[in-house]
């Protein structure tokens, strides 16, 4: 839940609302394709007669909350990227003040070993890239099919 919030305290009020209808779209198509499912199940004589209809209507139904869901992806990910640069760069005059351990006026006890840093995990990023489908078989470079061999090179 940190990440969001993080998220949310970055986001303008207009790409919030901009998200909130995109994941309600997308929740609303998602319903729509449950119920039409739902209903499908319940009626197999039905079933036959508009099947063409209903495979076309259920692609359209999947292509609408997969666009839906990706839209907002895209948005996170971009206020995501956009204010880790931005807390990175304003952050830097407060790490160097805080992380300078002579300013202290006591004398340090003598067991500790000076002042650490906390450390901060990042946050990992997964990106999912389209795959092409061009039909051709791909294989790591040169590796080829030798003639009357079992393995290739």
Excluded at 83 to 91: A, V
């Amino acid at each position: 839940m940190g990440t969001l919030s993080a998220w949310s305290e970055n986001l303008s009020t207009k790409k919030k609302k901009k998200v909130i209808k995109q994941l309600v779209e997308g929740q609303d198509y998602a319903n729509q394709l449950q119920i039409l499912l739902h209903n499908n199940s319940y009626n197999p004589s039905q079933q036959q007669q508009t099947e063409h209809h209903l495979s076309s209507t259920k692609e359209q139904l999947v292509d609408k909350i997969l666009s839906s869901f990706n839209q907002t992806l895209a948005e996170l990910t971009s206020v995501n990227v956009s204010s880790s640069h931005n807390q990175t760069g304003s952050n830097d005059d407060q790490l160097v003040k805080s992380e300078d351990c002579s300013e202290s006026r006591r004398p340090r006890p003598k067991d500790k070993r000076g002042c650490y840093k906390r450390k901060r995990a990042e946050q990992a990023r997964t990106v999912v890239s389209a795959t092409t489908q061009d039909g051709h078989g791909w294989r790591k470079y040169g590796q080829k099919e030798i003639l009357n061999s079992k393995h290739p090179r």
